[in-house]
């Protein structure tokens, strides 16, 4: 009896196999499907950029001695914007030596709309409404989020030029009297 229960047990587990084996097969036939691909190929990517430069050749706007109160003194710089990138620029300032006569100076930035000797229309882009001390203007107009000027030129095209002009009145005040200061003016460009 035990050898027709073992051969009965053969049988049942070959049958089980031969049913399972056929299920694969025709699973596997009907998983079959047809396919195509297309492909997008060579994309590319490139910067754009910001760029700004000025005329001074390396040299200060200013080099002034022997100020008397009342003496006004004019300079002007013309900047260049070439990005290709449309961008707003910002003007700010920052002390660069002396001891305090930024103080006792008066300043008012202009932008023109041609070049230093032609100024043309005049746009007031940095004054203080007290007494316009260079002083306040660099202790408050210190980088781009806090720099004045609204110039906003177009990128891509032909380069943007505009001139600067930058007028200091020494103040009649005693106290400004052997005073020095050096300061830098800053042109940032950001992309909008």
Sequence with gaps: ??????ISRVQASAAVLAVFGTF???FQATGAAFSAQTVNAGNAFAAG???ISDNDS???MFNVGN???GDTVVGCIEVTYSGSLDSQIRIYGASTGGDGLEAYLDLTIERGDDE???F???TTVGTNNNDGDLGVFLGSVTNYGTGVDTWQPTGGGNNDTVPYRFTIT???DNLAQGKTASVGFTWEAQNV
């Design 1 to 6: 009896m035990k050898a027709t229960t073992t």
């Design 24 to 26: 694969l097969f025709a």
């Design 49 to 51: 950029t910001v760029v």
């Design 58 to 60: 390396d040299a200060a």
């Design 67 to 69: 100020m008397k109160p």
């Design 116 to 118: 230093c000797s032609q």
């Design 120 to 122: 043309g229309t005049s």
């Design 170 to 172: 020494l103040q009649d």
